[in-house]
């Protein structure tokens, strides 16, 4: 088993930053690809950025790209999401997710954490 526990969310006026972090307890994290996602509401789970379990392969949806920066730290156990350029579209819950392939799709993601809820006023 592995647990996820996410935190940095918070408010933000549009044009600002925030990083979020993701600590894994339980099993060698290095093996799991991680994910983050989001949900705005009223809306379906949206793959945000994934990253491989060396840190090598990265990818990113359209709209984050250049504004967003996934990384991973194998010996603290955590991955990151640097969020930059805000905007309100940003809005959401934000989960990270483990999975043993590197892939965008949530159904092959195995472990989730508990959310963190990202607010971009306008």
């Known amino acids: 088993q592995v647990q996820l526990v996410e935190t940095g969310g918070g408010l933000v006026q549009a044009g600002g930053s925030l990083r979020l972090s993701c600590v894994a307890y339980?099993?060698?994290?290095?093996?799991?690809?991680m994910g983050w996602f989001r949900q705005a509401p009223g809306k379906e789970r949206e793959f945000v950025a994934r990253?491989?379990?060396?840190?090598?392969?990265?990818y990113y949806v359209d709209s984050v790209k250049g504004r967003f920066t996934i990384s991973r730290d194998n010996a603290k156990n955590t991955v990151y999401l640097q969020m930059n350029s805000l905007k309100s579209e940003d809005t959401a819950v934000y989960y990270c997710?483990?999975?043993?392939?590197?892939?965008?799709?949530?159904?092959?993601?195995?472990?989730w954490g508990q959310g963190t809820q990202v607010t971009v006023s306008s």
């Open positions: 990253i491989s379990g060396s840190g090598e392969y990265i």
């Open positions: 997710a483990a999975a043993k392939i590197v892939t965008m799709n949530d159904q092959m993601y195995d472990y």
């Open positions: 339980g099993r060698t994290f290095s093996m799991y690809a």
